[in-house]
């Protein structure tokens, strides 16, 4: 083919694609358009994770009517005006990209009104067409509807998500800016319901308490001032005892700005070193603010990673803040770190330096003295040889080990068996999977329906045959053998509500994520009586593990007190 230049339409729909990968770009796109214009209420209206209508209204300045039909050309925009200003923006939107790109994907309508003019405007694009701007009436501020997006690119049609993802996806988003702007009045509905809303009174703790409940909330430390230096950090971390087993809640905004960025998230995890589980993540959100020019942040079209002029400075002071105030807020109430190389003497590579305990209950701890240590030890290295010796409250294995007494939370330790079997006969195509005489059916609402049609691939490759029979009925034909012990519908079904809790996984973890949720189904629970020798077999199998330390949640499955420590408890040794 000879070299052309490619038709305008094309041409933007290419140069579309690269800020409008999905309805939640398209909301945040419109999001920002809105703060930048000093919106003190903004209230999106999203309808089928917003493939069909995402709307978006605020108070806003609005557009002038002379300038509306400008807005939607390509790199037209109010806030940049000549090439030095790139290096110190200070609104959010500066490409002029983004009303142009979503008005070549979809059909696009602005109605807008600016304070100083008698009448608003009123204008429609389609597919990258035009109309011509009429006069429209309406408050003052705009309003924004995108339907039908990528109805003339049927190829990332295909390669859109499900409605679940999509609106999870916007939910983060908008709890995510109503955090950063505590003083705008959000409001998101989506599929005809209110999912979230705040008042617009600056109260930031509230918004935590809509997004992680109000414990949680309260329990989360908020980071003191840091008045005069030139990187600011403020914002609230998790104390130790609250994590997550993925980094979605690590949030961080640079000046006002949503972004995501590995390093600042490594920065932030190390401050939580020897605080935290292997493979836990803790809750943050941080706003970071620095001069303009500290930071540039016209990197990518999306505008979400930035470049800091420098990192390093900016990755130690975030580090250094966080670590301090988790340091100083009594180190997570219940862990007490002891000896070995440094303060906080935990090297998890060697496995050598432990986790000392101390029972939270202060009047407890008055009774028997400080210093009563149970030692965790530590996730992934190996573990001693155990005999059982008897079950604690249907629920913890006692063992003994060459180093002292262990208790064996006997559901994670079940959880880890099964979780490692299933993934190496999944490896290996080995599964067992039992086929049942009489398919059973079950029948799932609408949004589990999405997630189990999403997800059919890799329950087939766990042993789940399962095939839809009607809208929202499927049959179960088949099951892995390690849940023949539960009714199949049951099982599926609770598979399917496990898979709501969470965000979408990461491609790459949605096998190993499926397989933890469907073995926690499959293991023991607290509260079941274990004969001696299931016991003993239960740790056997265990010390098999690859990570007998850690359920594949990340939780420990034993907890060590040892001898030293015992023999101090009763003062046998000072
Ligand atoms: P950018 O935000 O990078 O300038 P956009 O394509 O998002 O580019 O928007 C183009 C212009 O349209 C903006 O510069 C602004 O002047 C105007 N605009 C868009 N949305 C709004 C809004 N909600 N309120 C006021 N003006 C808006
Ligand atoms: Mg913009």
Redesign the pocket.
């Known amino acids: 083919m000879p070299i052309r230049s490619l038709p305008p339409e094309v041409a933007s729909a290419i140069a579309a694609g690269e800020v409008v990968e999905r309805p939640a770009s398209v909301v945040k796109?419109?999001v920002?358009?809105?703060l930048?214009?000093g919106?003190r209420r903004i209230e999106i209206t999203v309808e089928k994770g917003g493939r069909k209508l995402i709307e978006?209204v605020?108070d806003?300045?609005?557009?002038p009517a002379a300038?509306i039909a400008?807005?939607?050309n390509r790199y037209?925009?109010?806030?940049?005006e000549r090439a030095e200003d790139l290096f110190a923006i200070q609104?959010?939107?500066?490409?002029?990209?983004?009303?142009?790109?979503i008005g070549a994907v979809s059909r696009l309508e602005?109605v807008?009104h600016t304070a100083s003019e008698q009448v608003g405007s009123r204008l429609i694009v389609e597919g990258g067409i035009s109309g011509k701007p009429q006069s429209a009436g309406g408050p003052k501020?705009?309003v924004?509807r995108v339907r039908d997006i990528f109805y003339n690119v049927p190829a990332r049609q295909k390669f859109l998500k499900s409605e679940t993802t999509e609106r999870r996806r916007i939910n983060s988003l908008i709890t995510r800016y109503a955090l950063a702007y505590p003083h705008v009045a959000f409001r998101l509905e989506q599929e005809g319901r209110e999912s979230f809303r705040t008042t617009g009174n600056g109260n930031q703790r509230e918004i935590l308490a809509t997004l992680y409940g109000v414990e949680v909330a309260r329990q989360m430390i908020c980071l003191p001032e840091t008045e005069g230096a030139p990187i600011q950090v403020h914002g609230f971390i998790g104390p130790p005892g609250i994590s997550r087993s993925n980094r979605r809640e690590l949030t961080f905004f640079v000046n006002g700005r949503w972004i995501q960025d590995g390093q600042l998230a490594a920065a932030v995890i190390q401050a939580y070193h020897a605080l935290l589980m292997v493979g836990r993540y803790p809750l943050v959100v941080l706003f970071l603010t620095m001069p303009p020019e500290a930071v540039d942040v016209n990197v990518h079209p999306t505008k979400a990673t930035i470049r800091f002029s420098d990192a390093r400075l900016v990755f130690s002071i975030v580090q250094r803040v966080v670590r301090a105030s988790l340091l100083g807020q009594a180190p997570a109430p219940d862990f007490k770190f002891e000896g070995s190389t440094n303060a906080l003497g935990w090297t998890p590579a060697t496995g050598s330096a432990r986790i000392g305990w101390i029972p939270t209950d202060e009047t407890d701890q008055a009774k028997h003295g400080a210093g009563g240590t149970v030692q965790t030890t530590l996730p992934g290295s190996e573990m001693p040889l155990l005999r059982a010796v008897g079950q604690f409250g249907a629920s913890y294995l006692v063992a003994e080990g060459p180093d002292g007494l262990y208790l064996i939370d006997q559901h994670a330790a079940h959880e880890r068996v099964l979780f490692e079997k299933l993934m190496i006969a999944v490896r290996d195509k080995n599964l067992e999977s039992q086929r049942l005489l009489e398919p059973d059916a079950v029948e799932l609402s609408p949004s589990q329906t999405l997630l189990l049609t999403e997800n059919l691939e890799v329950l087939s490759k766990l042993g789940f045959e399962v095939e839809p029979f009607g809208r929202s009925m499927f049959r179960v034909r088949a099951m892995p053998a390690i849940l023949s012990h539960l009714a199949p519908a049951g099982a599926l079904k609770a598979v399917v509500e496990d898979f709501e809790e969470d965000e979408a996984p990461l491609e790459a973890e949605v096998e190993a994520r499926i397989a933890a949720r469907v073995c926690k189904r499959a293991s023991v629970k607290a509260g079941q009586v274990l004969s001696l020798s299931e016991q003993q077999e239960l740790l056997r199998a265990l010390e098999q593990c690859e990570s007998p330390r850690t359920c594949p949640h990340g939780r420990p499955t034993m907890i060590r007190l040892s001898m030293d420590a015992l023999e101090k408890q009763f003062g046998r040794r000072g």
């Open positions: 796109e419109l920002e358009n809105s930048d214009a919106a978006v605020d806003g300045d609005g557009i300038e400008l807005a939607v037209s925009t109010s806030k940049l609104t959010l939107g500066f490409r002029g990209e983004a009303l142009s790109s602005l807008s501020g705009s924004i």
